[in-house]
């Protein structure tokens, strides 16, 4: 079974920086996807950012220009979330799919697919901020 770990949230203000991590393990295939997703109390939960197999990352308009998705050799992923707004407060979730080649159109697709994007998911940390 895949463990995906989230950490890294807390409580920032407007216009400041925070760096969650998504510590994976349990892949027993050598192709995955991977991303991150966010919810609020009422909201569907949304796509946030994705990687794909070969290291491809596609972003929701909203966050492009500030967040950076990225990826390490042990499979765990990160987000680097700068200049955050106030609309940016959320439960971030890490999710991942084992087999998954990705493509040049799986990034676009997969952030539409809400709470059904991946097949294996994190319990979530929580990314306050505020004025």
């Known amino acids: 079974q895949v463990q995906l770990i989230e950490s890294g949230g807390g409580s920032v203000q407007a216009g400041g920086s925070l760096r969650l991590s998504c510590q994976a393990s349990?892949?027993?295939?050598?192709?995955?996807?991977m991303g991150w997703f966010r919810q609020v109390p009422g909201k569907e939960r949304e796509g946030v950012a994705v990687?794909?197999?070969?290291?491809?990352t596609t972003y929701v308009d909203s966050v492009k220009g500030r967040f950076t998705i990225s990826q390490d050799n042990a499979k765990n992923i990160y987000l680097q979330m700068n200049s955050l707004q106030i609309e940016d407060t959320a439960m971030y979730y890490c999710?991942?799919?084992?087999?998954?080649?990705?493509?040049?159109?799986?990034?676009?697709?997969?952030?539409?697919?809400?709470?059904?994007?991946?097949?294996?998911w994190g319990q979530g940390i929580r990314v306050t901020v505020s004025s």
């Open positions: 990687i794909d197999n070969d290291g491809v």
């Open positions: 999710g991942a799919d084992s087999p998954c080649e990705g493509g040049s159109s799986w990034g676009a697709l997969r952030l539409l697919l809400k709470e059904n994007a991946f097949g294996f």
């Open positions: 349990g892949f027993t295939d050598s192709t995955y996807c």
